[in-house]
């Protein structure tokens, strides 16, 4: 199960920097779909030969939320909007793919340095997790459309659950549901936020919002 888990680590990586690289947004809903099911094998394998009710039910309820719910969500808002494209973001897709493998490298310097009571089931999830939440930081600093920055917000926390399966075993499955709870709240608000965005702007380019100060 390591060599799988070790494989999950490093898809992971790929997801992260494909999102990177990506200028249609309902690619990049489909990617972060993508990730969401790898989550929920990564909690399954981060505990081979432990499985019990909680696991099942943290995998379970990830790849329902993360992978389906989620991206259910962020399609509908997109038909809203009427959006194909994240046009012109801040920080061009080859300089944020760059971006994203030294987040990676930085990660791994970090990983090795960071004192972790007992030791992961992977050595790859640490500098995973870390990668992650630097690339969703890095989304929603970069780009400019509301969607694509709640897609930033979703990666963010997918590095969160990536540690927390991995690394926090004794961690209640309280915690971890009251996390995705809150992910949802928040992935429901930012729909209706770019509806009623797109509606009153024509557009859901963030940058624009600067008119409501005039």
Partial sequence: MRALLDTLMVLLTFTNLRLLGLSRINASIRTVAAQGVLLGFVALAAHAGH????????AAVGIAIKGIAFPVLLFRALRAAKIRREVEPFVGYIPSVLAGMA?????????????????????????????????????????????????????????????????????????????????????????????????????IDTTRLAALKE
């Fill in 103 to 203: 987040a990676f490298l930085i990660s791994l310097w970090v990983a090795a340095r960071l004192p972790l009571p007992g030791g992961p089931a992977s050595d790859l999830i640490v500098p995973t997790a870390l990668s992650t939440m630097l690339v969703g930081l890095l989304l929603i600093v970069s780009r400019k459309k509301a969607l694509s920055q709640a897609l930033g917000y979703l990666v963010f926390e997918n590095g969160i659950y990536v540690f927390g399966v991995g690394v926090a075993y004794e961690a209640p499955a309280l915690v971890e549901m009251g996390i995705l709870l809150d992910v949802f709240v928040a992935v429901f608000v930012m729909g209706i936020t770019v509806f009623h965005i797109a509606r009153e702007f024509d557009s």
């Fill in 51 to 58: 499985w019990n009710a909680r696991i099942l039910i943290v």
